[in-house]
């Protein structure tokens, strides 16, 4: 399938506003949401490659918890979809025995939201999704799960992102969100 660049974009959204007769301000609109749907595409530029990751876990969860874990880790991410998707492959080198996580993102062209699900290998299972995307640089992503029976709002966050650095972290809530508990942060520097 051939990849269409901005401008190849651009040019058919044009010919197809013209084509069918549509207002210029119609054109205009559509000229707009192939633009945005673009910018989307390079949402997450930025992560593929290889990356080493200095992990700082809390020990206990939604307990009062102060005791951290510290350790490294690696991700390499891999865009799909054509841009409209990716995955990471992680290694986590945690204390108490390193395991391999994969996580798989999907943007949603209705709703304009990144959707973010984490696998991992102990269990088996797939996380409920976060969903969110990226303002001014800081990409926050939201959904709800539970920990050990316990219904949590969950979030992921980025920021301090640079081509060569990142900073990732999770928090969860058992107030809706009126109160969070951060209890992972990752520092990524690119491998």
């Keep these: ?33 192939v633009e945005d749907l673009e910018r989307h595409r390079h949402d997450w ?16 969860r939604l307990i009062g918890s102060t005791d951290w874990a510290e350790f490294d880790g690696t991700c390499t991410m891999v865009p799909t979809l054509n841009g409209f998707g990716n995955m990471d492959d992680n290694w986590l080198d ?12 999907a943007f949603n062209p209705t709703t304009r939201q990144w959707s973010i699900w984490w696998f991992d290998e102990r269990s088996q299972t797939i996380d409920p999704p976060v969903r969110g995307g990226f303002t001014n640089g ?9 920990h050990n029976g316990i219904p949590v709002r969950v979030y992921f ?34 491998a």
């Design 94 to 105: 945690l204390p108490t025995g390193a395991y391999r996580a994969m996580g798989v993102r």
């Design 45 to 60: 530029d930025w992560l593929i490659g290889s990356w080493n990751v200095r992990h700082h876990r809390l020990n206990g």
């Design 138 to 146: 800081v990409g926050r992503f939201e959904g709800d799960d539970t």
């Design 157 to 190: 966050q980025w920021s301090d992102i640079t081509a060569n650095s990142a900073r990732w972290e999770q928090a969860f809530s058992t107030d809706g969100g009126a109160t969070w508990e951060v209890n992972w942060r990752m520092r990524f520097t690119r």
């Design 1 to 33: 399938m051939m990849k269409l660049t901005r401008r190849d974009t651009v040019a058919v959204a044009l010919a197809l506003a013209a084509s069918s007769g549509a207002s210029a301000e119609a054109g205009a609109r559509d000229m707009s949401e």
